[in-house]
């Protein structure tokens, strides 16, 4: 028998075969920026910086031991169902939990109502999968969350902002562009904004939802603040009004009242969206985590989270009384800014021809920083403006931090 042929060595990719190029990202990363806020976060995160960048709760204020207690309880009471699989629609004691919240809130909510969703913020992203096409139109208020500008974005949605002033979005500015570019949906955050703490106005509440029934689109209403309420009166959410209850989805979180690193939100829709935020939250993720939920639960049936709450609101309105008290001493002559009622956000506008991207590294020079405003437009940006977050502070240390931010402007 002939010799068997001993095999060949394999060749070397770079000698006999030409090498394709790597395979590029998506296209659609080409219109989503990094988010401004993040990346000032990683700036300011020497310990000698006083932050008024992050919208952080206090850290000193997370119940702690409360939250400790609810992980115990459920890994001792029922380990095996808390660290399994769950639904994709969440815990049924969570969800009845926070059904009960929102109808004591005046929004009459049932646990089928809800799905439990990682953080609000992956509620808003399973809406846009839900209900965007590429090219769809979104309005959102100008200024904006800067989060749901990236979400929108990553869905090739064209997003059209509606004007804004103390109130909040001008309702005869929504209902002339709705007229006009034929939305799909409108975002706002009506209680407590992000960047601006402004509360919108019952009756242009109302307003918000008559457009929708008029012009036929739906509405995103983001309310992660709406507890933290400091000082008036509560007002419902645009979700209570009838006009609009077959065509608003409402989003909340547990990060404001509860701790952030819990990731957890929920989602309020009609039934037919909710099923398909479903569908698209199995491919996502499955569920949420059946442990933080659990965990959640139990502390809502062991603890009194309202009581929590009322102590956190009371520790930071005086967070945002020190801010305001020190604003006229740290801003140049004639700057403006709010008071808002509650929330997290200061909003200010540094008199014409400050730059406040451009003094910001000077500001961070006197280790003290604070967020522009310019990125938070879709519209033209306002460059003198900023926001200032008052929450993870004490009034001590915010006073100390103004005196600081004086200087940028010396």
């Not at 409360?66 to 994709?88: E, F, H, M, N």
């Not at 006009?180 to 975002?187: D, I």
């Not at 419902?236 to 609009?244: F, G, K, R, V, W």
């Not at 100390?400 to 940028?408: V, Y």
Request: glycine fraction near 8%; charged fraction near 20%.
């Amino acid at each position: 028998m002939p010799a068997a042929t001993p095999p060949s060595a394999p060749s070397s990719p770079t000698s006999r075969t030409a090498v394709a190029p790597v395979p590029p990202l998506a296209s659609r990363l080409g219109n989503v920026a990094s988010s401004p806020v993040r990346e000032i976060l990683a700036l300011t995160a020497r310990p000698e910086v006083i932050s008024f960048a992050g919208g952080l709760p206090a850290p000193e204020l997370f119940d702690t031991e409360g939250i400790r207690a609810a992980y115990r309880a459920v890994l001792t009471d029922s380990p095996r169902t808390a660290l399994q699989y769950s639904t994709t629609e969440g815990d049924p004691a969570l969800r009845e939990a926070v059904a009960a919240r929102l109808t004591a809130r005046g929004l009459a909510t049932g646990a089928d109502d809800l799905l439990v969703t990682t953080g609000s913020q992956q509620a808003l992203a399973l809406l846009t999968t839900a209900l965007l096409e590429p090219g769809g139109v979104v309005l959102v208020e100008d200024p904006c969350y800067l989060a749901a500008l990236q979400s929108f974005g990553f869905a090739g949605a064209r997003v059209v902002p509606v004007p804004t002033d103390e109130d909040g979005l001008l309702p005869e500015a929504l209902d002339e562009i709705a007229a006009r570019e034929k939305p799909t949906l409108l975002y706002v955050v009506p209680t407590f904004q992000n960047p601006t703490g402004r509360t919108l106005p019952a009756a242009r509440r109302a307003a918000v939802a008559e457009a929708a029934a008029r012009h036929g689109f739906w509405i995103v209403e983001d309310d992660p603040y709406g507890e933290l309420r400091f000082d008036g009166e509560p007002v419902l959410p645009i979700a209570a009004h009838p006009a609009a209850a077959d065509r608003t989805a409402l989003l909340g979180s547990f990060s404001k009242v509860m701790a952030p690193g819990l990731r957890l939100g929920h989602l309020r829709a009609p039934a037919a969206l909710r099923h398909a935020c479903v569908i698209a939250k199995q491919a996502a993720d499955l569920h949420t985590s059946t442990v933080d939920q659990a965990a959640a639960a139990r502390y809502l049936r062991d603890s009194d989270l309202d009581a929590h709450v009322a102590g956190m609101r009371a520790a930071y309105r005086d967070r945002r009384d020190a801010l305001l008290d020190g604003l006229p001493a740290a801003l140049p002559e004639g700057s403006r800014w709010n008071r808002p009622e509650g929330g997290m956000f200061v909003w200010a506008a540094l008199p014409a021809g400050h730059d406040a991207t451009a003094l910001l590294t000077t500001a961070v020079g006197h280790n003290v920083a604070y967020v522009p405003g310019a990125p938070f437009f879709s519209g033209t940006p306002d460059p003198a403006t900023l926001r200032l977050s008052f929450t993870a502070h004490a009034p001590d240390e915010i006073a100390e931090g103004l005196r600081r931010l004086a200087k940028t402007f010396a």
